[in-house]
């Protein structure tokens, strides 16, 4: 498979079968995606925080409308004292951008290994924090709900409306 057809396969799952995810097939997952991700000097600040026990996923559930009734949810967060300052405006870091490239890697191995996805940004991060008892270095970025899509389950109709290339691209 090319990496244009996988990226063409992969769609914002939003229903879910109950099939349990295989735990070898998660690891894979989990380990590809975190291995191959490229991160901000590889300082490797990204965390991924697995949601499987009823209570995890019941506090999911609470934190966000968006779980979708998926198995299992991933909370991707950031340790503070990993991440990359920008030399000029040390306010601006690499938390979310290494956490988005991290979740991007887990999509799209997700969707090779034939598990669905979704990137939930619609929750409150502070309330995750306090949920999971995270440690007060680390700062969540997103959930994503995974496991094998419902029957039937298929993109919404908005997911192949783009943009003209002409709007997004811009050479200087």
């Known amino acids: ?3 244009a057809e996988l990226a063409d396969l992969r769609y ?3 229903s879910y079968s109950s099939r349990p995810i295989e735990a070898d097939v998660l690891k894979q997952v989990l380990e590809t995606a975190v291995n191959k991700a490229p991160t901000a000097r590889n300082k490797q600040a990204c965390r991924i925080y697995v949601l499987t026990s009823p209570e995890a996923m019941e506090k999911a559930n609470a934190l966000s409308r968006c779980i979708y009734g998926a198995p299992a949810c991933l909370l ?4 503070k004292d990993e991440i990359f300052h920008y030399p000029d405006e040390p306010e601006h870091h690499s938390g979310d951008e290494d956490c988005s490239i991290t979740a991007t890697y887990v999509m799209l191995a997700a969707a090779e290994a034939g598990l669905g996805t979704c990137w939930v940004n619609f929750f409150t991060p502070a309330r995750a924090k306090e949920a999971y008892a995270l440690p007060e270095n680390e700062e969540p970025v997103l959930l994503m709900p995974i496991g094998y899509a419902a029957d039937g389950c298929e993109p919404l109709p908005n997911h192949t409306a783009k943009r003209p290339v002409d709007e997004v691209i811009h050479y200087l």
């Open 12 to 14: 914002s799952v939003k």
């Open 1 to 3: 498979m090319t990496f």
């Open 76 to 79: 991707f967060t950031y340790n």
